[in-house]
């Protein structure tokens, strides 16, 4: 059974799944300038449709919704599994996002799916299945890292030379973190000197090369290969 309102209404301030509540589309800008058109329950799943109307820009409105509840409210870009999203990008005149996070009161995640035109936006609130999550990486193995800057060039390392055949690859045993992702360290070392000649940190999923500065004990990104 839907309950539905329509006709001016207030703004809602929150949204409900459950215990767990959350702040509505349009609390969090200090100059909002939209309407709520039609608001719908559905009594049997407990899924909440809200629609506004008169927004000067629907993305925009959107994208700054999105933005505090990431940084603010924990609420992250999901997808249906709630497997965690990259941020879509917000250039279209029309799209879609969905965000949520663990529900505290139950199990489950709190999911808030926003539509959006050019000048409206829908919101359906909804209780998800299972948990937030990062999605899966496929690994490289250490062999593989060691190879990757065997390909590279000296430059790409900012390294003196012409070939890295000048260099011995040595990677330590474990992993280090860098900026939350686990990463290869591997020491390159002048082969006729036996001396380091620069460190590396690669991330697991072979996306991320950094070179690490030993007397600053600070690193810098390099581009992977």
């Not at 969090?28 to 008169?54: H, L």
């Not at 709630?82 to 965000?99: H, K, M, N, R, Y």
């Not at 829908?122 to 490289?140: F, L, P």
């Amino acid at each position: 059974m839907m309950l539905a309102g329509c006709g001016a209404q207030p703004l809602p301030t929150t949204y409900e799944v459950g215990q767990d509540t959350l702040p509505a589309f349009g609390t969090t800008e200090e100059q909002f300038q939209g309407k709520i058109a039609d608001t719908q329950t559905d009594e049997e799943t407990g899924v909440s449709n809200y629609t506004y109307t008169e927004l000067v820009s629907g993305v925009q409105a959107v994208k700054t919704y999105v933005d505090v509840m990431d940084t603010e409210y924990g609420c992250q870009v999901i997808d249906q599994e709630g497997v965690i999203q990259e941020t879509p990008d917000f250039s279209q005149a029309e799209g879609e996002v969905l965000i949520g996070k663990n529900l505290e009161s139950e199990e489950g995640i709190f999911q808030l799916n926003l539509q959006w035109t050019e000048n409206t936006c829908e919101v359906v609130v909804s209780k998800g299945e299972g948990q937030v999550s990062q999605a899966k990486v496929e690994s490289i193995s250490m062999e593989e890292a060691v190879d990757m800057l065997q390909k590279a060039s000296p430059q790409e390392l900012d390294l003196p030379g012409e070939s890295m055949e000048d260099y011995v690859i040595c990677a330590d045993e474990g992993y280090v973190m860098v900026d939350g992702q686990a990463s290869f360290r591997m020491n390159v070392y002048d082969r006729s000197t036996r001396t380091i000649s620069g460190t590396y940190l690669l991330t697991l999923d072979g996306q991320h090369l950094y070179q690490l500065d030993r007397k600053e004990n600070s690193i810098r990104q390099l581009s992977a290969s």
